[in-house]
């Protein structure tokens, strides 16, 4: 079992820059993947961003360019820097970890972007 405990959620401007961590309870070295999943208000949970662990990266079209995926096996942490943010990236933004077969979930940080 691997339990996930996100922060650095908050209130910022469009525009402006957020950086998400992940505290895994456990060595993130042997996990198959880890990714950052978002959920809006009425919408289904979509993937963010994904990092496998020899490192591929695979990003949402709609964060190309904005969001920097990252991982630190020795710090047993998951980050997500988010530049250049828009109002459409409010959102709930949650951890995942997927130990396989099972995927695991941290609870949960809220970002909103006003405009």
């Known amino acids: 079992q691997v339990q996930l405990v996100e922060s650095g959620g908050g209130l910022v401007q469009a525009g402006g820059s957020l950086r998400l961590s992940c505290a895994a309870s456990?060595?993130?070295?042997?996990?198959?993947?880890m990714g950052w999943y978002r959920q809006a208000p009425g919408k289904q949970r979509e993937l963010v961003a994904r990092?496998?662990?020899?490192?591929?990266?695979n990003y949402a079209d709609s964060v190309k360019g904005r969001f920097t995926i990252s991982r630190d096996n020795a710090k047993n942490t998951l980050s997500l820097q988010m530049n250049s943010l828009k109002p459409e990236d409010t959102a709930v933004y949650y951890c995942?970890?997927?130990?396989?077969?099972?995927?695991?979930w941290g609870q949960g940080t809220q970002v909103t972007v006003s405009s």
């Open positions: 995942n970890a997927w130990d396989y077969p099972v995927n695991y």
């Open positions: 456990r060595s993130i070295f042997s996990l198959a993947a």
């Open positions: 990092i496998t662990r020899s490192g591929t990266t």
